[in-house]
C-alpha cells in the first residue's frame, strides 16, 4: 500500500497536499483499491466555499458510488479537468495524475484532524 510520507491523510481516505495557503486533494491508494475501477468522478463545487467534512463531489465505480469529503475549509478553485476524459487516473496514479481539487484554504483552517502516514496506516490495518 503506497502512503507518501509528505501527505496528510483523512479517515475517510482522502489525502491533502497542503502548499502555502492551496491545498491538492485525492483519494488514497487504499481508497481506489477498494472503490475497483472508477469510471466517474463528479464534482460541481469549484467556486464554493465550504466547511472541513463537507461533501465536495463523488467517485463513481463499477460496483459503487461514493461522496468525497472535503479535508479542510476552504474555496474549491480547481477541479482537475483530466478526470473527465480520464477517470481511471484515479486508478492508476491517486498521488499523482489522479489528484481530484485545489483548494484554497480558508483562514484559521483546522488541520487538527488531518492525520500523519502513519496514523492514516494505523487506520487502515
Excluded at 472541513?52 to 482537475?80: H, W
Excluded at 485545489?102 to 494505523?122: F, H, R
Aim: proline letters at 3%.
Amino acid at each position: 500500500m503506497n502512503t507518501p510520507a509528505e501527505l496528510k491523510y483523512t479517515k475517510d481516505h482522502e489525502w491533502i497536499r497542503i502548499e502555502g495557503n492551496v491545498a491538492t486533494i485525492g483519494i488514497t491508494d487504499f481508497a481506489q483499491g477498494e472503490l475497483g475501477d472508477i469510471v466517474y468522478v463528479d464534482v460541481d463545487t469549484v467556486d464554493e466555499e465550504l466547511e472541513g467534512q463537507a461533501v465536495f463531489g463523488s467517485v463513481e465505480a463499477v460496483k459503487t458510488v461514493s461522496d468525497l469529503f472535503l479535508p479542510i475549509a476552504g474555496k474549491v478553485i480547481e477541479f482537475n479537468a483530466e478526470l473527465e476524459d480520464q477517470p481511471e487516473l484515479l486508478n492508476t496514479d491517486p498521488y499523482g495524475n489522479g489528484w481530484i481539487i485545489k483548494l484554497e484554504l480558508a483562514e484559521g483552517a483546522d488541520q487538527s484532524e488531518l492525520l500523519t502516514a502513519e496514523e492514516y496506516q494505523a487506520v487502515i490495518g
